[in-house]
């Protein structure tokens, strides 16, 4: 399973963009999908998450202001995100969970300048 995440990039405080994560590979029924990120020197943290069915989960520093969803069709998951601030600068991480097994993308920077 490959995971291609796209759609980072640099924006001013205030903005928005809208990543997207496509897998790819032995891909059978994907259970929940989700972003994380990682700011540097810290730890890398659950932004959202999304489940088969819909149900969302998000961190309360982004409540309102990200959406995650997903297209069960195109085995992609997307985070988009608005009213950007400074201190949502990290590298983002989208990850899938499949049959027991959890699967990472690489990295997608997102630098918000204020």
């Known amino acids: 399973v490959q995971l291609q995440a796209s759609g980072g990039g640099l924006v001013q405080a205030g903005g928005s963009l809208r990543l997207s994560c496509a897998a790819s590979?032995?891909?059978?029924?994907?259970?929940?999908m989700g972003w994380y990120r990682q700011a540097p020197g810290n730890e890398r943290e659950l932004v959202a998450t999304v489940t088969r069915d819909g149900r969302t989960n998000y961190i309360d520093s982004v409540k309102g202001r990200f959406t995650i969803s997903r297209d069960n069709a195109k085995n992609t998951v997307y985070l988009q995100m608005d009213s950007l601030k400074p201190e949502d600068t990290a590298v983002y991480f989208c990850a899938i969970g499949q049959r027991g097994k959890e699967y990472w993308g690489k990295g997608t920077q997102v630098t918000v300048s204020s």
């Open positions: 590979g032995s891909i059978f029924s994907i259970n929940g």
